[in-house]
């Protein structure tokens, strides 16, 4: 199985750069998943990773390290619509399993 | 192109009663999972099926039971519901070959009295 985690919470400040980290355990391994979800919506795909290295797109990045179990989510640019819960996820045998979100408020 | 289409958006039961809730995926893709939401445990992946295939099954009782149909079309069932059944459940659809993406349904409220 899988042990992901991720904070709780973070606040920045409109324009500022957010970091979410996520930690993993898992016997196998098939990518990880960043998944934006707004309260009382449906989670929205951000980003995949399966290879080692940063995947930039446009105000979103996400980072993996494989050997660390270590993913990172960057939002660059915070604007208010991104405050929102970020959902960490791994993907093993076709089984996608979740952190438990960190929910992140962007203020004025 | 339609997204992922989920039935009924809400839904109230009673305890001990069954319920049936219905994903329709996005067309061309084969790949359904199902997850259940509650505030206490966050996401659960329930199960999976591809081409009418089971293909991995999460830590659920067997009151929690799905299938998928020749086009795809998914259903899930539980029975002897529990109030602890209240949860959105959501359901993904994916190419489900070595794809990138799973795209979620609004997902169904069902609520348990």
């Known amino acids: 199985g899988q042990n992901i985690d991720q904070p709780t919470e973070m606040t920045a400040t409109e324009g500022a750069i957010v970091q979410i980290n996520c930690t993993y355990q898992?016997?196998?391994?098939?990518?990880l998943f960043w998944y934006q979800q707004h309260a009382g919506e449906a989670p929205t795909f951000l980003s995949y990773n399966v290879l080692d290295g940063l995947e930039e797109k446009g105000r979103f990045s996400s980072f993996l390290s494989r050997s660390k179990g270590y993913s990172y989510l960057l939002l660059k640019e915070l604007q208010m619509k991104d405050s929102a819960s970020y959902l960490c996820a791994v993907m093993e045998d076709y089984k996608l399993s979740f952190g438990a979100g960190t929910t992140v408020t962007v203020r004025a | 192109k339609a997204g992922v289409t989920q039935t009924p958006r809400y839904l109230i039961k009673t305890r001990g009663q069954q319920v049936t809730l219905s994903c329709s995926p996005i067309?061309?893709?084969?790949?359904v999972s199902w997850y259940q939401q509650t505030p206490g445990q966050g996401l659960q992946f329930l199960f999976e099926y591809f081409s009418e295939t089971q293909r991995n099954k999460g830590n659920f009782p067997g009151r929690f039971s799905g299938r998928q149909f020749s086009n795809s079309r998914s259903e899930m069932n539980v029975s002897t519901l529990e109030l602890g059944d209240s949860a959105l459940y959501l359901c993904?659809?994916?190419?489900?070959?070595?794809?990138?993406?799973?795209?979620f349904g609004q997902g169904t409220r069902l609520t348990v009295v």
């Open positions: 898992t016997s196998g391994f098939n990518g």
């Open positions: 993904a659809s994916s190419k489900g070959r070595g794809d990138t993406e799973a795209f």
């Open positions: 067309s061309g893709h084969r790949s």
